[in-house]
């Protein structure tokens, strides 16, 4: 496991980001309700933890005490190398939809591609890959 694993809450919908990041990235989810490990400071469907292990490692809970989504300012999720072109374009794709382009994945002067994406849920993220020679 790389470190630091990113670990957002969520306003309520921990499940759907989860299973989202799941569509986009691959890889295996398990998701812990509040009833699952017998919380009660929160509705028992709430997830009170969930992993996604895969290619992008992301953790995410939600807050039963803030009803604001995860918000990012001055910090970035920066996948810069972790896929070939073909990966990084699908993921640059499927975060830009319902969410938006703040930078198009494109090349850049040094000869590599990035671009910037804030996804549906709130999260920016910095995507790119060095060519294939």
Known sequence: ????????????????????????????????????????????????????RGPVDLFGADDPTDAAPPTMAGVMLALLGAGDEGASRRWFDALADGGAVIDPLQRRAWGDHDGQVRDRYGLTWLIGFSPAS
Do not use: K, N
């Open 1 to 52: 496991m790389p470190a630091p694993v990113p670990y957002i809450h969520f306003a309520g919908d921990a499940a759907d980001a989860l299973r989202f990041y799941r569509s986009v990235f691959g890889g295996e989810l398990q998701l812990h309700t509040y009833a699952d490990f017998g919380r009660d400071d929160g509705a028992p469907e709430l997830i009170a933890h969930g992993e996604l």
